[in-house]
């Protein structure tokens, strides 16, 4: 019987099964890291296809917030809602009324944009409803819609800075920012 060493057995062991170790460790570097950079191309991929279907659908919330600003700046609120022969109180609850339905009828819109344009139409939306309040309160009830029309008008055009206006150009300057 050969007289067959211990260390001889190991060593020979260590050099068939080392390289094969060796392999497996290089094989799961290039595997972890070529998987990883697949998964880093799928997400980047699926975020890419989003924004694509996002985009229409964030600039029509752009478009939908731009028409409610401009529909409650005094100008337009006060030529398309008529005073005609109506009372203070009647003229002002009909333009508190049209304020608050045209505001949510864009409700849904705050999804699409940031927090702080969004803050900023809903701070022009009442402050809108603080001015007409008080002009209305400021004139008291023998006054008529008419009355109340030409106040409102009058009290915006003292005013240095139209909420909607301000909220408008915030809104253009984001948009820019985002596309």
Same mark, same amino acid.
């Given at each position: ?56 659908i ?40 049209n ?9 849904s819109?705050?999804?699409y ?10 701070? @022009?939306? @009442?402050?809108?409803a603080?001015?007409?309040?008080t ?24 005013m240095?800075n139209?909420?909607?206006k ?11 920012e985002?596309?």
């Open positions: 019987m050969p007289d067959i060493c211990f260390m001889d057995i190991f060593l020979d062991t260590f050099r068939t099964i080392f390289p094969s170790i060796l392999i497996l460790i290089v094989v799961y570097l290039m595997m972890s890291s070529f998987l990883e950079n697949e998964d880093k191309r799928r997400k980047s991929e699926r975020v890419r296809a989003t924004q694509k279907q996002s985009l229409p964030r600039m029509q919330a752009y478009e939908r917030l731009a028409l409610f600003l401009e529909r409650i700046s005094p100008n337009s609120l006060l030529l398309r809602v008529k005073a005609g022969n109506l009372t203070n109180q009647e003229y002002l609850l009909l333009i508190q009324q304020i608050r339905s045209e505001f949510e009828h864009n409700l819109q705050q999804i944009v940031s927090d702080r344009m969004w803050e900023m139409v809903v701070a @022009s939306k @009442s402050t809108m603080s001015i007409v309040n002009v209305s309160a400021d004139l008291g009830p023998e006054a008529s819609g008419a009355d109340l029309s030409k106040a409102i008008l009058k009290a915006c055009m003292q240095e139209i909420p909607s301000s909220a408008l150009s915030y809104l253009r300057q984001e948009v820019i985002e596309f």
